[in-house]
């Protein structure tokens, strides 16, 4: 049932599924795992549902950096989501089985958001360092059009880029065991039941991290870096505060990504420590998808303001209701 031949040797063989081992040496803890990551995963749709509403119904909202937060809500919706689903179904059942078609898919997209989401961050930065630097060429600079092209290049670009590697990882001839030591299909686990040469794949995956988010990474410093020099220059001490206020949900959440992100896969990991490497990448995939609605609004004026409206409006509209209907 899980290996089918795919030559007469034997020696390699194409896999029908995937076990995901994940976290089944929890035992029956298992079932706390599941209400915890629950609860994160409803508060996670709720959380970046509720930014999408508030910018989509408020046309004060309508502004750059409100669409670039749309798009990277969308996409940590579809981030947790490409994940959490999956990881909740295997707490609860015993055989934590993944077809390989169901693992390939699950690999293309967690990747597509991770590098799309990186494009994003770096196009918010430099949102704010035309807002800030360049005020007066903002409006013409960072036109709805710059920004649905930025918004669309981080996706597009992804998409591309990540079809290659997919396919060619499984393309691989895989041989052995059939349980990946991980709860969902990420690259480094499934490349290790390969029996063939990886390195070439290891050196794109390497190019395309450089690339797509360390490049990122880069451009958002040295925007930042500009930014800082010109909120030091403002003689308004109330001037550079509002300029660092405008910043700061950005920063933390820059931080939170590339913090969790390099965490998880630049330290060096060994055979002995895979159940805390485990967690350390479930803290990656649940962290910034759950947080960043929450840093948005609760350190951003405009998005509180919005939402207090919001609530005021409907309220009001619910009493006129109520007292329409004893009429």
Not at 66 to 91: A, D, G, K, R
Not at 130 to 144: D, E, R
Not at 146 to 154: D, E, P, R
Not at 274 to 289: A, E, F, G, R, Y
Request: proline content about 5%; hydrophobic content about 50%.
């Amino acid at each position: 049932m899980t290996y089918s031949e795919s030559n007469p040797s034997g020696n390699e063989t194409t896999p029908d599924v995937f076990i995901l081992v994940g976290f089944s040496y929890l035992n029956k803890l298992q079932i706390l795992l599941f209400v915890v990551l629950l609860v994160i995963y409803l508060l996670t749709l709720m959380g970046n549902l509720l930014v999408i509403l508030l910018i989509k119904l408020n046309p004060s909202l309508h502004t750059p950096m409100y669409f670039f937060l749309v798009n990277l809500s969308v996409l940590e919706i579809c981030f947790t989501t490409s994940v959490i689903p999956q990881l909740l179904v295997h707490l609860l059942v015993e055989e934590k089985a993944i077809s390989f078609a169901n693992c390939a898919v699950q690999m293309y997209i967690f990747n597509i958001m991770g590098l799309t989401e990186c494009c994003l961050l770096a196009a918010m930065a430099y949102d704010r360092y035309v807002a800030i630097c360049q005020p007066l060429n903002y409006t013409t600079t960072m036109s709805s059009r710059v920004c649905a092209l930025f918004a669309g290049a981080s996706w597009f670009i992804s998409i591309l880029v990540e079809v290659v590697p997919s396919i060619w990882i499984f393309s691989l001839p895989f041989c052995g065991s059939n349980h990946v030591h991980h709860f969902f299909c990420d690259i480094p686990p499934v490349l290790k039941k390969a029996c063939a040469d990886t390195s070439k794949i290891k050196s794109v995956g390497f190019t395309v991290t450089v690339l797509f988010v360390m490049s990122p990474f880069l451009l958002i410093l040295l925007s930042y870096i500009h930014i800082i020099s010109t909120i030091l220059k403002m003689p308004s001490v109330e001037g550079r505060r509002k300029a660092f206020s405008t910043c700061s949900s950005h920063l933390i959440v820059v931080t939170l990504f590339y913090g969790t992100a390099l965490f998880t896969y630049l330290i060096p990991k060994s055979s002995s420590t895979l159940d805390s490497d485990q967690m350390i990448s479930l803290l990656n995939t649940i962290v910034s998808p759950v947080l960043n609605p929450i840093i948005y609004t609760l350190r951003n004026k405009e998005v509180k303001g919005a939402l207090r409206k919001t609530v005021e409006k409907n309220y009001l509209f619910a009493q006129l209701g109520i007292s329409g209907n004893e009429d």
